[in-house]
């Protein structure tokens, strides 16, 4: 069965520390890829997603992730975090049918 | 645009008792999407309507949730009996596309759900 996997449950970082995100997913056929984020008392948000050309996609407040096809993985980065980054973040798989997969979520903590 | 409406925001009921959750999805998006969020997990999709068709229901426990979209807009969620492991947050979420999520989905702010 398809699955998405994400490698760290709780991430805490200081302000201005570069982030990397892992997210991988075990399905072999064509895949579009999501992050999406939860800031605190809020709902779900898209971050970016992944469907075909450039394997390397930006989104949304400075993030940005690569695919990379051969490791089954669509990491999630950001150079420089911000207090305001603070959240729960969720790596998403949908394997070109109807249903989506989320990994169970990363909480990012970022230490003003 | 208007965001995806849920209600209740909150709700506790003992087990066995039934509930029901309301979703109101964007004006024009044709899938609609019930999710299951446990703590500490990640959403787990329930159903998946087109317009008022069920598209996946495969991970709906049947014999006690229940789903219905009527005129492809509002959907309603049913749990009758509850149990206490269906304490989650229930999230509506809607998309335009036909459900690839090619244009990402819009969630609601979810239902929590606590029995006790």
């Known amino acids: 069965a398809q699955s998405v996997s994400q490698h760290n449950h709780h991430v805490i970082l200081s302000e201005a520390a570069s982030l990397e995100l892992g997210c991988n997913y075990s399905y072999g056929g064509t895949v579009n890829l999501f992050w999406y984020v939860q800031y605190p008392g809020q709902h779900l948000q898209l971050l970016l997603k992944y469907f075909s050309g450039d394997p390397l996609v930006k989104g949304i407040k400075g993030f940005e992730a690569e695919f990379i096809k051969s490791k089954f993985s669509f990491n999630l980065r950001k150079p420089s975090v911000q207090w305001s980054d603070t959240a729960e973040y969720f790596c998403a798989v949908n394997t070109g049918g109807f249903k989506t997969i989320f990994g169970a979520g990363t909480r990012l903590f970022v230490k003003a | 645009e208007a965001g995806v409406a849920q209600s209740p925001r909150y709700k506790i009921i003992e087990k066995r008792q039934s509930v029901a959750f309301w979703c109101n999805p964007i004006s024009g998006h044709a899938t609609l999407y019930w999710y299951q969020q446990i703590l500490g997990q990640g959403p787990k999709l329930l ?29 309603t ?36 759900l606590t029995v006790v």
């Open chain 2, 47 to 75: 159903i998946q309507f087109q317009n008022n068709g069920v598209v996946d229901d495969s991970q709906l426990p049947k014999d006690r949730f229940s789903a219905e979209r009527l005129k492809g807009v509002d959907s």
């Open chain 2, 77 to 112: 969620l049913k749990i009758q009996p509850a149990k206490l492991e269906d304490s989650a947050v229930y999230l509506c979420a809607s998309s335009l596309d036909s459900g690839t999520g090619s244009t990402g989905y819009t969630f609601g702010s979810g239902t929590r």
